[in-house]
């Protein structure tokens, strides 16, 4: 990964557009190669909703989108009964959490 240190005698920093999106590409790589093979338990994605309560997070987003988020490969595991534990990949997870902020920060799916 290239470093950009930058000494000016302001807060302003001027960039062209293409050195902005390139910047934001490299920063957008950095984010998907610390979350390769990593997987996430429920605490992870809770973590990272900034603290959604687990009971709502289940009935309001994963259940609504069980089918989806097994298409996509987000759930390796779901629990049986009151046994086991859900375990997410990160790396997908993340881009649909993401990709489907608004509408969890929202309520969910009810």
Do not use: C
Not at 2 to 15: A, E, G, I, R
Not at 47 to 76: M, Q
């Amino acid at each position: 990964m290239q470093q950009v240190k930058l000494s000016t005698d302001t807060d302003m920093v001027v960039l062209t557009q293409t050195e902005l999106d390139e910047l934001r590409k490299q920063s957008q790589q950095v984010v998907e190669e610390s979350l390769i093979g990593a997987r996430w338990t429920m605490a992870d994605v809770i973590k990272r909703l900034s603290g959604y309560r687990r009971e709502e997070l289940i009935t309001r987003v994963l259940i609504p989108n069980k089918d989806e988020l097994e298409e996509i490969g987000a759930i390796l595991s779901w629990p049986i009964g009151r046994s086991g534990r859900y375990l997410f990949k990160a790396t997908v997870m993340a881009q649909w959490m993401e990709d489907n902020l608004d509408r969890i920060s929202h309520g969910g799916w009810d």
